[in-house]
């Protein structure tokens, strides 16, 4: 079957860093998204990995290996507004997408 | 950015009553557009598939006579919740996927759209 498994719930230090991890089970794989949302809030898009290695935006990075099934997302510079959910998602072979149960990112001064 | 709005945000109704909730995507061409629900404290599950001119794909336990879905322009898609129960109070979000989203399958996701049912 296909999975995704996350950790429910992290706190970090504002100002601090902190790395999300993802692994995957699809069927196929074309991509991996990683999605923040803020309570009562649609998903929004935060970055998007089909080859590995890393990508950097900004304070946000996230990696990708294919090969272990395997994705993190890095928040450098925590601050208060990113105390979130973050979904990790994976594209499968008929472009559908396999969402984790997400995190909740607790920030705390 | 591409942009998809949904409407309405929140909406209240009677038991029993039917609700519509409209996807849009304002600059792009949304040949597939995914509808999801979320229940508190829950990931997003997706609810069905539709694509423009056909019939949408329903996902298993989802029942496709009691949510509706038109998908009759590639600009718009709807849902309707048909004689809704408490039950079906849920936050529900649209997504769309077209040529702004390129080779790369990225979603657009609408503002959602909060629906109580009394």
């Known amino acids: 079957g296909q999975n995704i498994d996350q950790p429910t719930e992290m706190t970090a230090t504002e100002g601090a860093i902190v790395q999300i991890n993802c692994t995957y089970q699809?069927?196929?794989?074309?991509?991996l998204f990683w999605y923040q949302q803020h309570a009562g809030e649609a998903p929004t898009f935060l970055s998007y990995?089909?080859l590995d290695g890393l990508e950097e935006k900004g304070r946000f990075s996230s990696f990708l290996s294919r090969s272990k099934g395997y994705s993190y997302l890095l928040l450098k510079e925590l601050q208060m507004k990113d105390s979130a959910s973050y979904l990790c998602a994976a594209l499968d072979s008929n472009y559908q997408l396999i969402w984790g149960a997400g995190t909740k990112l607790i920030i705390k001064p | 950015g591409a942009v998809v709005s949904q409407h309405p945000s929140w909406v209240i109704c009677k038991s029993g009553t039917s609700v519509k909730i409209e996807c849009r995507s304002l600059d792009f061409q949304a040949t597939t557009m995914f509808w999801y629900r979320q229940f508190p404290k829950q990931s997003l599950m997706l609810m069905a598939t539709s694509n423009e001119g056909s019939k949408a794909t329903y996902e298993q336990g989802v029942e496709k006579d009691k949510f509706l879905i038109n998908h009759a322009s590639l600009t718009l898609s709807t849902l309707t919740v048909t004689s809704a129960h408490p039950e079906d109070s849920s936050f529900y979000i649209c997504?769309?996927?077209?040529?702004?989203?390129?080779?790369?399958?990225?979603?657009?996701f609408g503002e959602g759209s909060r629906l109580t049912v009394l």
């Open positions: 990995n089909v």
């Open positions: 997504s769309a996927r077209g040529e702004a989203g390129g080779d790369t399958g990225e979603l657009f």
């Open positions: 699809t069927s196929g794989f074309n991509g």
